[in-house]
C-alpha cells in the first residue's frame, strides 16, 4: 500500500483481486468525488457522512463502501444529475460496496449497478 496525499494506492494484484493498481480514497468527512478516484471508502464512526459524486459524463463509475461506524451515507449529486432517479440515495449497510456509473446520454446521471 502506497500513500500519495489524501489518496492511497492500494495493488489488489497482491490479493489477486486485480491486476492493476486502483485509486482508493478513506474519508470521515462530507467529500466530493473526484473523476479518477475508483474506491471511497466511508467511516461514519464520527455521524453521517455526505459523498457529492461529480456530474455524470464519459461512462464514469464510482465504488462506495461504509468500512466503519454506525451512522448513514449519503449519496448526493451535482447540479441536476439523477441517482437511479432521484436527487440522492442512502447507504445504510456496511461491507457492502455500492458502485454508481454514468449512462449518458441515455439518463441523465447515476445508476446503482452493483
Do not use: W
Amino acid at each position: 500500500m502506497m500513500r500519495s496525499g489524501p489518496i492511497t494506492y492500494v495493488n489488489y494484484d497482491s490479493l489477486r483481486a486485480y491486476q492493476q493498481l486502483e485509486r482508493v480514497v478513506s474519508v470521515t468527512s462530507a467529500y466530493t468525488v473526484k473523476y479518477d478516484n475508483d474506491f471511497i471508502l466511508v467511516d461514519t464512526t464520527g455521524g453521517a457522512v455526505t459523498i457529492t459524486l461529480p456530474l455524470a459524463r464519459n461512462g464514469v463509475h464510482f465504488t462506495i463502501i461504509r468500512v466503519a461506524g454506525a451512522n448513514n451515507v449519503t449519496v448526493a449529486r451535482s447540479g441536476s444529475d439523477t441517482i437511479d432517479g432521484g436527487t440522492s440515495a442512502t447507504i445504510s449497510a456496511s461491507y457492502t460496496p455500492y458502485t454508481y456509473k454514468d449512462f449518458s446520454p441515455t439518463i441523465a446521471g447515476y445508476l446503482r449497478i452493483a
